[in-house]
């Protein structure tokens, strides 16, 4: 497995094949034959001649001789040029040296040959550059390699028992979620809401239009009609005065008028809307003449870009195709017009009341004004002893005093066209003020007579004319303040708000927004088709992603290693399967651009493209090189250092010239290498992850990208004779 980087190595073999010169780019490394190397010089001078091909690094591969000799025939090209450079290798497998020591050791069976695994290392463009460089300080360019390297490839086991659980749980809603963390349903659904934004500072009525304006008198009127009620709560307010003063009942009628016209106008409007909304026969221009501004005008690339920001997110977050699928369907059906019905039930209960408004209730009414001006009669009777001749005047007063309280009272009544009038108001005052106080004084002076003692005359002399002040007085700012609650100009100036505030409400949410989200429902219902798409390709694919298992048993050499990371690898496996989900919709974004939603088929195509490149990439590079698509590199970063942390590899990038390492070369051609060990030269290498571990001083070590493999290159000088 190689590490993969933007710019990785190109790895050209030229034992089974030939090299275009001309379209290579970057670090080559080439793999040839040892005694033919020379052969194609021609080639290395093509490469070497190219601007685009940064170094060139041979790797001589050794055919192999019985006598032990070492044959090299380097490409005269490659030495002395500081960007190129040759390592022989010997053996594939290589031996066990120590370069103190004179016996060597076999090197146990691995999966991958120690030169496999220079490859490996060789395609990180670090380490080849580090290689090159420490080469070009040894004689003719040429070194043996020496390798101590830790890797920490999953198991082919490993990396499937992961990979059938991460897509069973990626594609399927009911598999394996007794222990798994509440999704975030609620959170989506307020997310989903809130992507076509609703600005709640425009002004949504056109100034100076039908509905404005009609609001406007209604505000207007209900303040006049409460400044004229003011006016008239005083007990001085029904005398007559030389100001002239808008008649009271006008007033009010026109603020009930004015509020009724407002609800009349705004239920046609949120029935205008509620059509226009239902694809009924109304035009957008309809709706506009009432003055209502328009819909926001929608652009797909506006849609497009928060559909995807919206989708990349919550996939992310919900870690399942299979459970974001539903609520985002869910979702989808909310955004799409649905008319403004409710708007318009809850608008009908806002409705002014019908009719015209309360009259005023005079107070007293003619069942009190009767008894009340009869008492008051009664009292001055009992007075009559200790009035004397002012009887006389006293009683006519009296009677004038109420006739005059009750005359005003009922003539100032407000009637929808001004005020009763006194022409109107006298017959009934006469009957039910004036007769009743001289008929009650009557009625007690033949009863009782004169024979009242003076002091209780007089007692009740004062309580008849207090009787009659607090009448006269109190009744008609009683009358009016009875008045005020009955005809409930608060709750009427609420019910205009109310009003005002829900067709506001359903223009700015529903009506402005509704030619976006109507666009957005229908590229939610895109993506639902892709999403469902890839997760029947995920599905479908779940048991072949890395090919036909093989049978392993307990002795075999390559059975996985013991290790508890199977949830880490699930997460990274997860990760990759969201990332890849979000690649697979890219259809679905150029068809909401477009405005031509794209096939199922080419959602299918496009996940099956690149699952293909998925396996490619597990098969080549692992699990801990992100794929192209990745976009979510923390659990990939939490595994890696997982793994290294249960690694040896503190030991491998700790190893100095004279450790035992591997070196690619047969026992019997030490004699070509080992004169020149003290000369070695060492390449320390590995992954940025390794770095925060507990790895110890790692001062020296070349940092590469994600990959699977760590450790030392020991590159060892070869002896003059070897080179022909």
Same mark, same amino acid.
Request: net charge negative; proline share 7%; hydrophobic share 45%.
């Given at each position: 497995?190689?590490?993969?980087?933007?710019?990785?190595?190109?790895?050209?073999?030229?034992?089974?094949?030939?090299?275009?010169?001309?379209?290579?780019?970057?670090?080559?490394?080439?793999?040839?034959?040892?005694?033919?190397?020379?052969?194609?010089?021609?080639?290395?001078?093509?490469?070497?001649?190219?601007?685009?091909?940064?170094?060139?690094?041979?790797?001589?591969?050794?055919?192999?001789?019985?006598?032990?000799?070492?044959?090299?025939?380097?490409?005269?090209?490659?030495?002395?040029?500081?960007?190129?450079?040759?390592?022989?290798?010997?053996?594939?497998?290589?031996?066990?040296?120590?370069?103190?020591?004179?016996?060597?050791?076999?090197?146990?069976?691995?999966?991958?040959?120690?030169?496999?695994?220079?490859?490996?290392?060789?395609?990180?463009?670090?380490?080849?550059?580090?290689?090159?460089?420490?080469?070009?300080?040894?004689?003719?360019?040429?070194?043996?390699?020496?390798?101590?390297?830790?890797?920490?490839?999953?198991?082919?086991?490993?990396?499937?028992?992961?990979?059938?659980?991460?897509?069973?749980?990626?594609?399927?809603?009911?598999?394996?979620?007794?222990?798994?963390?509440?999704?975030?349903?609620?959170?989506?659904?307020?997310?989903?809401?809130?992507?076509?934004?609703?600005?709640?500072?425009?002004?949504?009525?056109?100034?100076?239009?039908?509905?404005?304006?009609?609001?406007?008198?209604?505000?207007?009127?209900?303040?006049?009609?409460?400044?004229?009620?003011?006016?008239?709560?005083?007990?001085?307010?029904?005398?007559?005065?030389?100001?002239?003063?808008?008649?009271?009942?006008?007033?009010?009628?026109?603020?009930?008028?004015?509020?009724?016209?407002?609800?009349?106008?705004?239920?046609?409007?949120?029935?205008?809307?509620?059509?226009?909304?239902?694809?009924?026969?109304?035009?957008?221009?309809? *709706?506009?003449?009432?003055?209502?501004?328009?819909?926001?005008?929608?652009?797909?690339?506006?849609?497009?870009?928060?559909?995807?920001?919206?989708?990349?997110?919550?996939?992310?977050?919900?870690?399942?195709?299979?459970?974001?699928?539903?609520?985002?369907?869910?979702?989808?059906?909310?955004?799409?017009?649905?008319?403004?019905?409710?708007?318009?039930?809850?608008?009908?209960?806002?409705?002014?009341?019908?009719?015209?408004?309360?009259?005023?209730? %005079?107070?007293?009414?003619?069942?009190?004004?009767?008894?009340?001006?009869?008492?008051?009669?009664?009292?001055?009777?009992?007075? %009559?002893?200790?009035?004397?001749?002012?009887?006389?005047?006293?009683?006519?007063?009296?009677?004038?005093?109420?006739?005059?309280?009750?005359?005003?009272?009922?003539?100032?009544?407000?009637?929808?066209?001004?005020?009763?009038?006194?022409?109107?108001?006298?017959?009934?005052?006469? !009957?039910?003020?004036?007769?009743?106080?001289?008929?009650?004084?009557?009625?007690?002076?033949?009863?009782?007579?004169?024979?009242?003692?003076?002091?209780?005359?007089?007692?009740?002399?004062?309580?008849?004319?207090? !009787?009659?002040?607090?009448?006269?007085?109190?009744?008609?700012?009683?009358?009016?303040?009875?008045?005020?609650?009955?005809?409930?100009?608060?709750?009427?100036?609420?019910?205009?708000?109310?009003?005002?505030?829900?067709?506001?409400?359903?223009?700015?949410?529903?009506?402005?927004?509704?030619?976006?989200?109507?666009?957005?429902?229908?590229?939610?219902?895109?993506?639902?088709?892709?999403?469902?798409?890839?997760?029947?390709?995920?599905?479908?694919?779940?048991?072949?992603?890395?090919?036909?298992?093989?049978?392993?048993?307990?002795?075999?050499?390559?059975?996985?290693?013991?290790?508890?990371?199977?949830?880490?690898?699930?997460?990274?496996?997860?990760?990759?399967?969201?990332?890849?989900?979000?690649?697979?919709?890219?259809?679905?974004?150029?068809?909401?651009?477009?405005?031509?939603?794209?096939?199922?088929?080419?959602?299918?195509?496009?996940?099956?493209?690149?699952?293909?490149?998925?396996?490619?990439?597990?098969?080549?590079?692992?699990?801990?090189?992100?794929?192209?698509?990745?976009?979510?590199?923390?659990?990939?970063?939490?595994?890696?250092?997982?793994?290294?942390?249960?690694?040896?590899?503190?030991?491998? !990038?700790?190893?100095?010239?004279?450790?035992?390492?591997?070196?690619?070369?047969?026992?019997?051609?030490?004699?070509?290498?080992?004169?020149?060990?003290?000369?070695?030269?060492? *390449?320390?290498?590995?992954?940025?992850?390794?770095?925060?571990?507990?790895?110890?001083?790692?001062?020296?070590?070349?940092?590469?990208?994600?990959?699977?493999?760590?450790?030392?290159?020991?590159?060892?000088?070869?002896?003059?004779?070897?080179?022909?």
């Amino acid at each position: 497995m190689t590490a993969r980087r933007d710019d990785p190595v190109l790895v050209v073999d030229l034992r089974n094949g030939e090299c275009d010169a001309e379209q290579a780019a970057g670090a080559v490394l080439v793999l040839d034959d040892a005694e033919k190397a020379a052969e194609h010089d021609d080639v290395y001078q093509a490469l070497l001649g190219n601007p685009a091909v940064s170094g060139v690094l041979c790797v001589a591969v050794d055919g192999g001789h019985a006598d032990g000799a070492v044959r090299i025939r380097p490409a005269p090209s490659l030495a002395p040029v500081e960007r190129a450079a040759t390592v022989w290798i010997g053996h594939s497998d290589g031996i066990r040296w120590r370069p103190a020591e004179p016996l060597v050791r076999a090197v146990a069976r691995a999966a991958v040959s120690g030169l496999g695994q220079l490859v490996d290392a060789l395609t990180d463009p670090a380490v080849f550059a580090a290689v090159v460089k420490a080469v070009n300080t040894l004689p003719y360019s040429t070194a043996s390699a020496g390798l101590v390297l830790e890797r920490t490839s999953l198991h082919e086991v490993e990396l499937r028992r992961a990979q059938e659980e991460a897509i069973a749980w990626f594609t399927d809603p009911d598999a394996g979620r007794g222990g798994a963390q509440e999704l975030p349903r609620d959170e989506f659904r307020a997310a989903v809401r809130e992507t076509i934004e609703v600005d709640s500072a425009e002004d949504v009525l056109l100034p100076g239009a039908e509905l404005a304006e009609a609001h406007t008198r209604a505000v207007t009127a209900l303040n006049a009609a409460d400044h004229a009620l003011t006016r008239v709560d005083h007990f001085l307010a029904p005398l007559p005065k030389r100001p002239p003063r808008p008649a009271v009942g006008p007033v009010l009628a026109e603020a009930r008028a004015a509020v009724r016209d407002f609800h009349d106008k705004a239920t046609q409007q949120l029935h205008r809307i509620d059509e226009n909304l239902r694809g009924q026969r109304v035009g957008r221009d309809v *709706v506009v003449r009432l003055g209502v501004r328009g819909p926001v005008p929608a652009r797909p690339r506006d849609i497009r870009d928060r559909s995807r920001r919206l989708v990349e997110e919550w996939l992310g977050r919900y870690r399942s195709v299979a459970c974001l699928l539903p609520d985002l369907d869910a979702e989808r059906v909310g955004q799409e017009p649905q008319g403004c019905s409710a708007a318009i039930a809850e608008l009908e209960g806002l409705a002014p009341p019908a009719g015209p408004a309360p009259r005023l209730p %005079t107070w007293p009414p003619p069942s009190l004004a009767v008894p009340l001006a009869a008492v008051a009669g009664g009292l001055a009777a009992l007075g %009559t002893h200790a009035l004397g001749i002012a009887t006389a005047f006293f009683l006519p007063l009296l009677v004038l005093a109420w006739f005059a309280a009750g005359l005003v009272l009922q003539a100032r009544e407000p009637t929808a066209t001004g005020e009763q009038g006194f022409a109107e108001a006298a017959p009934p005052t006469a !009957l039910f003020w004036g007769l009743p106080v001289f008929g009650g004084w009557l009625l007690v002076f033949l009863v009782v007579g004169a024979g009242i003692p003076d002091l209780l005359g007089a007692v009740a002399v004062l309580l008849a004319v207090v !009787l009659s002040a607090w009448t006269i007085g109190v009744g008609w700012r009683s009358s009016v303040r009875q008045w005020r609650r009955k005809l409930d100009f608060d709750g009427l100036r609420d019910r205009l708000a109310g009003s005002a505030q829900l067709v506001d409400g359903v223009i700015r949410a529903e009506w402005r927004p509704s030619a976006r989200r109507a666009m957005f429902a229908e590229g939610l219902r895109q993506v639902s088709i892709g999403l469902t798409a890839v997760r029947e390709v995920l599905a479908g694919r779940a048991a072949n992603l890395l090919g036909s298992p093989e049978q392993h048993d307990g002795n075999h050499p390559y059975d996985p290693p013991d290790r508890d990371v199977h949830q880490e690898v699930c997460e990274v496996v997860v990760t990759d399967l969201v990332d890849l989900t979000i690649a697979a919709l890219r259809p679905c974004w150029a068809g909401i651009d477009a405005d031509r939603p794209a096939a199922r088929e080419e959602h299918a195509r496009e996940a099956e493209r690149l699952l293909t490149a998925y396996r490619e990439h597990l098969g080549q590079y692992g699990l801990l090189v992100p794929p192209p698509f990745a976009r979510e590199r923390a659990h990939r970063a939490e595994l890696a250092a997982r793994l290294w942390d249960d690694s040896q590899v503190g030991d491998a !990038l700790r190893c100095d010239v004279e450790a035992e390492m591997t070196q690619l070369c047969h026992a019997r051609q030490l004699g070509a290498v080992s004169g020149m060990a003290d000369r070695a030269q060492l *390449v320390r290498f590995a992954p940025v992850s390794v770095r925060g571990g507990r790895c110890g001083d790692l001062s020296g070590v070349t940092w590469t990208g994600e990959a699977e493999i760590a450790g030392t290159v020991r590159l060892v000088p070869l002896r003059e004779g070897v080179f022909q």
